[in-house]
């Protein structure tokens, strides 16, 4: 059983698009967070919200906890933005979407 | 701030060795986590701290041992290496808890022959 669902699993874009990544869970949660796994394999966490909406710089991150479902969107993309997107949430303990891999092509 | 370290970076053992993976942090958080990641799957919590002195249990531990030996040290020790633990090993650390922030260490690439 999966208590967090990403997707898609791969995403393809050309430079300039708006990207979105979505996020489905199962479980009761105190926090949601996106992170940003590197091509060398770095992790870094780029969102942590339990409501609302969170802004930085291209990024935007949403969270809709009626419904269980959180959203990343990248506007502008850019290859340096290729990267695997994990979202995770604090339930109990912590669980982990199997991200989502983002490539940026010129 | 260095932030996060984990020695090694990489590792090649035989099934039965012994090996320590040491990790270290610098932001004076209370909580520290080792978490292993396998392709296809999320990341899987081996055990955690919540703080100094106390260690718990996470989704996998089997084949795995900690030591909190400080606030700042967190290693993770396989006994008996088997194939089956063959992944990338993050240690991370927060403030207190889960609720906060994690910041991830650089990784170590295992491999268990």
């Known amino acids: 059983k999966n208590e967090v669902e990403q997707s898609p699993q791969n995403l393809t874009a050309q430079e300039g698009e708006f990207i979105t990544i979505n996020c489905s869970y199962s479980v009761g949660i105190s926090a949601l967070h996106w992170l940003q796994q590197h091509p060398g394999g770095g992790i870094v966490s780029l969102f942590m919200?339990?409501?609302g909406k969170k802004k930085h710089g291209r990024l935007i991150a949403t969270i809709n906890i009626q419904e269980k479902h959180s959203s990343l969107h990248i506007t502008a993309s850019h290859p340096r933005d290729s990267a695997v997107y994990i979202c995770?949430?604090?339930?109990?303990?912590?669980?982990f979407g199997t991200g989502t891999s983002l490539t940026v092509i010129p | 701030n260095a932030g996060v370290t984990q020695t090694p970076k990489f590792q090649v053992l035989k099934t039965g060795q012994s090996m320590t993976l040491q990790c270290a942090q610098d932001m004076n958080h209370n909580s520290m986590y080792w978490y292993r990641q396998d392709p296809g799957m999320g990341l899987r919590l081996i055990y955690y701290s919540a703080s100094e002195g106390t260690t718990d249990k996470g989704e996998v531990p089997n084949g795995y041992n900690v030591s909190r030996l400080n606030k700042r040290e967190f290693s993770l020790r396989l006994e008996s290496a088997a194939p089956s633990q063959t992944s990338v090993y993050f240690c991370?650390?927060?403030?207190?808890?889960?609720?906060?922030?994690?910041?991830f260490g650089p990784g170590t690439r295992l491999t268990v022959l």
């Open positions: 995770a949430v604090n339930g109990n303990q912590f669980y």
């Open positions: 919200l339990s409501s």
């Open positions: 991370a650390s927060s403030e207190t808890g889960r609720v906060n922030e994690q910041f």
